[in-house]
């Protein structure tokens, strides 16, 4: 594997539920990995279910877990693994925490509106927000605060997963340094 004398920096995808996360932030580990690169996917919804304590998705609960998977994040980071964080982190001091606290960071923002966000949920959340069932939904109950600050934006809706993979891909190669690689997936 491939490792950066210095701290290889972070990725941390973001956007609303169903957005595409997880799976983008899968695939590009598995980019990653077969073009040599030491790297992690921390997914939000994965670590939130390891945490010691059973958090909620209240506001102050979503800032609590975004602290732990920060921490985590660096810890990864410091040990010369790249971190691929996928999490919903809706509001803009979130994104400013991670910054923050990791430095060096490639954030990309999944475009996609909750209308089809909704259509692609198998668990239901999107129907249980619609019907009162939690206080705090993104994308329901709660927005997403965008900004400006997203190195790369991602049309999710628009987008079929394998571009969008090559994208974010071709993105991530030339944050890690690697821009000769950026052409192919493949």
């Known amino acids: 594997m491939r490792q950066s004398p210095r701290a290889p920096g ?5 956007g609303l539920p ?6 983008l932030g899968a695939a590009l580990e598995h980019a990653l990995r077969m073009r040599g690169h030491a790297c992690a996917l921390l997914d ?10 059973r958090f909620g998705h209240s506001l102050e609960d ?13 810890q990864t980071r410091d ?3 790249v971190p ?44 249980r927000a619609h019907r009162g069932e939690y206080e705090c939904f993104v994308g329901v109950t709660e927005p997403y605060e965008s900004w400006n ?3 790369l934006v991602l049309d999710t809706a628009g987008t079929g997963a394998a571009a969008a993979t090559e994208s974010l891909l071709a993105a991530a190669l030339v944050f890690l340094g690697t821009p000769a690689e950026a052409a192919t997936l493949g």
């Open 149 to 151: 600050q997203a190195d």
């Open 18 to 23: 169903a957005s595409g996360k997880s799976t």
């Open 44 to 53: 939000g919804e994965a670590l939130r279910q390891r945490l010691d304590r």
């Open 79 to 81: 040990q010369g693994v």
């Open 62 to 74: 979503r800032f609590a877990v975004l602290r732990a998977i920060v921490a985590i994040a660096s």
């Open 84 to 127: 691929i964080v996928a999490t919903i982190s809706h509001k803009r001091d979130m994104r400013a925490y991670a910054r923050s606290m990791l430095g060096r960071m490639l954030e990309v923002y999944l475009d996609c509106p909750p209308s089809v966000c909704a259509l692609r949920d198998d668990k239901g959340h999107y129907l």
């Open 10 to 14: 972070s990725i941390w995808i973001t």
